[in-house]
């Protein structure tokens, strides 16, 4: 069966003057311009409240939620929303508001998309080597295929996900501990495993590494000059976070090791994660 390319657009990192580790996609959201970062870490679509009131779209409060500091986060139901991307029509679904962190304004930022329900059936493929967010329809294996092609340096991995995870869970570890539920994270800056992956390691004293969405300081300790593994790939992890507990998993893998991978993700959870790796890492 062939395979159909949906969608294929720039992924960016700049924001004026300032360049992000967040990637992001230009976006019309009811005839406007925004940008939204590609969260995998996001099991819904998050628009800014701000962007919903200037945009017209109906909302109710809902429940609070927590951000990645553990911080409770206001939020509003927004429900359906259309959007288009390269003058492509996309139907999000479940889309909830929060108020927009401090510089979302400036940046011209108007939320998150869970790249994994960007569209129902297709395979999702964040290039972050060549900078692409892509869709493509097809089956697994031709789509792979595809996406194999297009870095010809890069080893394909075939990973089990999590089917209770609505965010990509795969199995990793830092060494020498044995593997935990870990989430490949795009939203995140760098990789963070919580205590009890990696009982007994000890970090520098503790400190502030980054903020929720909330404006809260993301606390840990850190630990330099670590390993992660997958299988059988080692990746050098220049500076770990070790923090007290993370969400429902044990593990977040960060831009600091995504940058220069290729994610192929998609709606269904039953479908494995393909993760596209430099060779020299096996």
């Not at 990746?235 to 977040?252: H, K, Q």
Request: charged content about 20%; hydrophobic content about 50%; glycine content about 12%.
């Amino acid at each position: 069966m062939p395979v159909t390319t949906l969608l294929d657009v720039p992924i960016r990192f700049d924001v004026g003057d300032t360049v992000t580790h967040a990637p992001m996609v230009d976006v019309v959201v009811a005839g406007r311009p925004t940008r939204l970062i590609l969260d995998t870490g996001s099991s819904d679509h998050v628009l800014t409240i701000e962007l919903v009131r200037a945009a017209g779209l109906r909302h109710e409060p809902g429940e609070p939620g927590t951000d990645h500091a553990g911080a409770s986060v206001d939020s509003w139901f927004v429900g359906d929303c259309a959007i288009e991307i390269d003058d492509v029509g996309l139907d999000l679904h479940d889309v909830v508001a929060i108020s927009g962190p401090a510089p979302f304004a400036g940046w011209g930022v108007g939320g998150f998309l869970s790249p994994q329900h960007i569209h129902p059936g297709a395979h999702v493929v964040i290039d972050l080597v060549g900078d692409r967010l892509i869709l493509l329809a097809g089956e697994e294996a031709d789509v792979l295929a595809r996406v194999a092609s297009r870095a010809p340096g890069l080893t394909t991995l075939v990973l089990v996900r999590d089917a209770a995870e609505a965010t990509p869970v795969i199995q990793a570890a830092i060494e020498p501990f044995p593997p935990v539920a870990t989430m490949l994270n795009t939203g995140g800056r760098g990789t963070e495993f919580a205590v009890a992956a990696v009982p007994g390691l000890a970090g520098a004293a503790a400190g502030e590494a980054g903020h929720g969405v909330g404006g809260a300081p993301v606390m840990g300790a850190a630990v330099d000059d670590r390993v992660l593994r997958v299988g059988d790939v080692r990746f050098p992890v220049p500076r770990l976070l070790i923090r007290e507990g993370i969400d429902t998993m044990l593990g977040l893998v960060g831009m600091d090791i995504l940058r220069g991978t290729i994610l192929v993700v998609g709606a269904a959870r039953s479908r494995p994660v393909a993760w596209l790796v430099p060779t020299d890492r096996l």
